[in-house]
């Protein structure tokens, strides 16, 4: 396993619901900056949300802003991504990545987990 380790993934139809997680081994992530990337079939990695370690506010990107809620547990170990109202074009292998860094930056991130795969359809 990778520093870096995602789950919840899955089969879910429209409408629908899930959570990521994903968790921390070796570290903490309280002083990094974390973010949650997605990647569908044919398609560039993009950025879906991102918690940055200047503000600790969540950010979301357009597409699923008022869906997606990003945050972090207490022990600052693991960090979830709660999925509601799914739609099929969220369908994508999702990632969760930290960065010492201030922001989210698809080639600036530090580590990546390995991805899980969610697939939004009736």
């Known amino acids: 396993q990778g520093p870096l380790v995602e789950s919840g993934g899955g089969l879910v139809q429209p409408g629908g619901s899930l959570r990521l997680s994903c968790a921390a081994s070796?570290?903490?992530?309280?002083?990094?900056?974390i973010g949650w990337f997605r990647q569908a079939p044919g398609k560039e990695r993009e950025w879906v949300s991102c918690i940055s370690s200047s503000d600790g506010r969540p950010r979301y990107a357009d597409p699923v802003k008022g869906r997606f809620s990003f945050s972090r547990d207490n022990a600052k170990t693991t960090m979830y991504l709660e999925m509601n109202n799914l739609k099929p074009e969220d369908t994508g292998v999702y990632y969760c990545?930290?960065?010492?860094?201030?922001?989210?930056?698809?080639?600036?991130?530090?580590?990546w987990g390995k991805g899980t795969q969610v697939t939004v359809s009736s």
């Open positions: 070796g570290f903490t992530l309280d002083w990094l900056t």
């Open positions: 990545t930290a960065t010492g860094q201030a922001q989210c930056d698809l080639y600036g991130m530090d580590y």
